[in-house]
């Protein structure tokens, strides 16, 4: 136990550098992304908690750096569930941003508030306080009493939130992922598996703290701290990098797709713009569509600009200054496919007469010169185009004929 007890304020340390560090990154990357934003506020306040022990174990008062818990302290129960909460938010702004005001914060937070609140006002009507329990075997002594009992509906009320989380982050896959291809070209930038890993990383966030809730000794710390501190580093990096396919305010009115996208139809539509050519009616953008299709193939011919894989729907305006709807609506409806799906097919044609006439290039190269993002993902697009066929056995099957 010595040995632990010396480690914990050095993993304090660590992931008050992490959490305040990363946090100051995100903000200084974030000043026009809200996601990155609450990312930032998120991981500082985390941080807050970090450095205070630390500056507990800097002035030696055991108050503030605590190295173990009662069983089901109320203390660690109280703020425990709000700090989990807390991590829920972040998600909640990726798929849906704009929705996450103040107001609906609070009422996100209505559902804990209403049971913490109702705890500690019906102790205090029974002239109690909360009972302090050094053992499980008190803990079960206790248990049909209200001052023990009720704490295990608060526990059950956090792991309610975090059910929510996963529900969220399902129902809205779909949408997210068409709305990806719509206006990115890339697969990294469509995939929403790494935010259903945010979701697994609060899961054992959630399970290293309900560990230290009913045993609460220094190991459980540690274990809870390692947690903490790679689910923040793996967040980090991704909040870093990872753009939010939405605009800031997409989802500001309501949760729901459609009625979300036909609010931002109407006020792309109502916004004047130098870039856009005049605010068309849906009669005179389907007149034009045919022409768009074709100034935009040619275009894709010419400059070639989907070897870039950073290349975005919104890139296409420079030869096309027509809002993100329009846009889109050109690829779905003149080319009949997703934006992704369109850059794609572009990306392959030309690794198919790279790979047929230039030899000299390996094939692991051929797929980032042809725009696609890394090796793996050219091989695996490659082999779902053709049938199975790999781009080695494509190269060789051309030079047999």
């Known amino acids: 136990m010595p040995h632990s007890t010396f480690i914990l304020p050095i993993l304090h340390t660590m992931a008050s550098v992490i959490c305040m560090g990363g946090a100051s990154l995100l903000f200084l990357r974030g000043r026009n992304s809200r996601s990155r934003r609450m990312l930032a506020f998120i991981m500082m306040t985390w941080g807050v908690i970090y450095v205070t022990r630390v500056v507990g174990v800097v002035l030696g008062n055991q108050d503030l750096n605590f190295t173990r818990t009662d069983v089901v302290d109320t203390l660690v129960l109280v703020i425990g569930n709000l700090y989990l909460i807390v991590l829920l938010l972040y998600p909640l702004e990726v798929v849906r941003p704009g929705w996450l005001n103040l107001k609906r914060t609070s009422i996100l937070l209505l ?27 008190q803990f079960m002594e206790h248990i049909g009493e209200f001052n023990v009992g009720y704490r295990i509906l608060m526990i059950l009320s956090i792991i309610a939130y975090l059910a929510f989380l996963f ?15 719509n206006n990115y070209s890339d697969d990294k930038d469509i995939d929403i598996l790494w935010l259903r890993q945010y979701g697994i990383g ?9 560990w230290l809730l009913f045993d609460g000794n220094t190991y ?26 939405y605009t800031e305010n997409f989802f500001s009115q309501t949760l729901d797709e459609a009625d979300a996208y036909r609010e931002a139809e109407l006020m792309e539509k109502r ?26 193939a040619d275009w894709m011919i010419r ?5 870039d894989p950073s290349f975005k729907l919104m890139d296409v305006s420079d030869i096309l200054p027509l809002n993100r709807t329009y846009l889109s609506r050109v690829f779905n409806d ?15 044609r030309e690794a198919e007469r790279m790979l047929a006439n230039r030899k000299d290039i ?19 697009a490659f082999v779902q185009s053709h049938g199975g066929l790999t781009p080695n056995r494509y190269r060789k099957q051309t030079e047999e004929q």
């Not at 529900?167 to 291809?181: A, H, M, N, P």
Request: hydrophobic share 40%; proline share 6%; aromatic share 20%.
């Open 111 to 137: 559902p804990y508030i209403s049971v913490t609140l109702f705890y500690y006002i019906v102790l205090f009507l029974l002239g109690q306080k909360p009972l302090k329990l050094h053992n499980m075997d």
């Open 167 to 181: 529900r969220l982050t399902w129902r809205y896959k779909e949408f997210y992922q068409q709305w990806c291809r």
């Open 202 to 210: 609060v899961v054992l966030i959630g399970a290293a703290y309900f």
């Open 220 to 245: 459980c710390f540690i274990a809870h701290n390692l947690m903490v501190q790679c689910f923040f580093c793996y967040t980090l990096y991704k909040g870093l990098f990872h753009d939010n396919p």
């Open 271 to 296: 916004s004047p713009t130098d870039n856009v050519y005049f605010q068309e009616n849906e009669s005179t953008f389907l007149k034009k569509l045919p022409a768009y299709h074709n100034e935009i």
């Open 303 to 307: 400059k070639k600009p989907y070897l």
């Open 334 to 348: 003149g080319f009949g496919d997703s934006f992704s799906n369109v850059v794609r097919d572009y990306r392959m």
């Open 362 to 380: 390996p094939v692991g190269q051929v797929g980032e010169l042809c725009g696609f993002s890394s090796p793996s993902v050219f091989h695996r």
